[in-house]
């Protein structure tokens, strides 16, 4: 009977070592969004600039492919921005005063996060609704796509 016991006991050892030893290796950023601003474009359309912070809990570095932005309305219905290249958002910043000044840098495609770092970056996006819209938003999501097809969301509280 103690025998039985004690092959228990190391059994549910290497069990909590092997999930210990693997606890960094789980690739996936952790955020969340730190302030949204919306300005008008136009009659028909409206741009979102999104801070956020976001943290690379793993022991691997998290190598940006893609980042995307989606408003969902309070009816459910969500919609896709056209995310703004660095160059597009300092213009926009420039000529959009409303918006306040540009703190972060933009997340981009190829961009690098340390393992274990955090970082605060932003991104703008373009929506085919109103401003109006904008601002009676649900929730807003940043989607962040890593080169090996792994995706991180991070989604306004």
Known sequence: MVSIAVGIVVVLAVIAGVFYAQRGSHLELQGKVLKVRT????????????????????????????????VEDNSGMRTQGTTISEVDAQRLFQAVPLLGQKYNPSLLMRDEIGAHATEDRMIAARFEVPEAALEKRKQLTVRIEESGGLISEIKEK
């Open 39 to 70: 300005a008008p474009l136009d009659e028909n359309s409206g741009v979102a600039v999104i801070d956020f912070r976001i943290t690379n809990p793993a022991d691997f570095t998290f190598q940006v492919r893609a980042v995307t932005v989606a």
